[in-house]
């Protein structure tokens, strides 16, 4: 009678078949099906638990069907998700599989002392810290000051301060530079009409062009520009405008260099009077003198003094003609001249 073997879920591993010539005995064939069968049931036990179905189902082949089994491989796994792995607070493992020691070979790498103007993909400057890894000159941009650390957050733009001679077609790396007066010196060249002031440049700069503007900090009421695009610089352009007063009176200046002074209820003074500007001009103005008390006078400016470019003097007359030497009689002027 046929016997019915019963398979196991057992990999064996050893199997013996009968030679050729040995007597006919069953015992080591049915020992040879049994395991045969052993081995079947094991792999297809297995390809079941990958599947998480019957070993002989149609394998998932939907995202919903790989979902579903992912979230079993998960339970079976005591209900560690891939959800708490990414908003877990730490860089650990929710299982803690991930630890310190695992990580210290990157968080202890060996220093990297960058040059000024490299960028640094994460990490330190200096000591300890992962991703220290140098990628490149920012070209305009410096994330590092001169000594080699991090910037500040508002110190990537400073270019440092420009005190001698130079020619300010080469200032074109983008950011701020410090402007001093030896940058207008003898030697500099293309420099803006600033008179030797100190102040700023801000650069610009894009893939197609670069933009220098030059704001000074005293003395010039002007902000300048120009461009570079194609293959030239553009003339500096100019606009603005500055108003300033003093015990002295009141002037306002202007880009293209004229100079508006004036003064109202000058000071009464003994025939002649000498009156101090504002601000000072370049070469003499013009000056027009009126008066501004009620009893009838007349003012004007002295012409055998002369004009002059800080002060000017001023005579006094009554009404018949004659000079007055008394302590009253206060005037207005206005002077128009340059103040470059």
């Known amino acids: 009678m046929p016997k019915n073997l019963t398979p196991e879920d057992r990999w064996e591993t050893d199997f013996q078949v009968p030679l050729p010539g040995e007597g006919r005995r069953i015992g080591p064939l049915e020992t040879l099906f049994q395991r045969l069968l052993n081995r079947t049931e094991r792999l297809k036990n297995r390809l079941g638990a990958i599947l998480g179905l019957p070993w002989d189902a149609t394998p998932p082949d939907t995202l919903a069907g790989l979902a579903e089994r992912v979230s079993s491989l998960e339970t079976s796994q005591g209900g560690t998700t891939l959800s708490a792995h990414r908003n877990a607070p730490t860089l650990d493992h929710p299982d ?10 990157v968080r202890n790498a ?19 810290g992962a991703g220290k890894l140098p990628v490149g000159l920012a070209n305009g941009v410096p994330l590092l000051n001169a000594s080699g650390a991090l910037a500040s957050a508002d110190a990537y733009l400073d270019r440092g301060s420009v005190t001698s001679a130079v020619d300010w077609n080469t200032l074109t790396a983008a950011g701020v530079y410090e402007i001093g007066s030896g940058a207008f010196g003898t030697g500099s060249a293309n420099t803006p009409p600033a008179v030797t002031q100190r102040g700023h440049l801000l650069v610009l700069k894009t893939s197609g062009a670069t933009t220098q503007v030059y704001v000074p900090t005293s003395g010039d009421p002007g902000i300048y520009w120009r461009q570079y695009a194609g293959d030239a610089w553009s003339s500096w352009a100019t606009a603005g405008a500055m108003y300033g007063s003093n015990s002295n009176g009141s002037y306002i200046r202007f880009v293209d260099g004229t100079q508006i002074c004036w003064g109202t209820a000058v000071g009464a003074g003994p025939d002649p009077q000498t009156v101090t500007y504002p601000a000072a001009f370049v070469s003499a103005p013009a000056v027009l003198a009126f008066q501004s008390d009620h009893p009838p006078y007349f003012v004007s400016v002295d012409s055998q003094w002369g004009y002059g470019t800080t002060q000017q003097r001023f005579r006094k007359y009554n009404s018949n003609g004659s000079s007055y030497t008394g302590p009253y009689y206060q005037f207005n002027y206005i002077a128009i001249g340059r103040w470059e």
């Open 110 to 128: 060996p220093t990297i002392t960058p040059s000024p103007g490299d960028w640094l993909l994460g990490g330190l400057a200096s000591g300890t």
């Open 96 to 105: 803690g599989s991930v630890t310190a020691e695992k990580l210290a070979p």
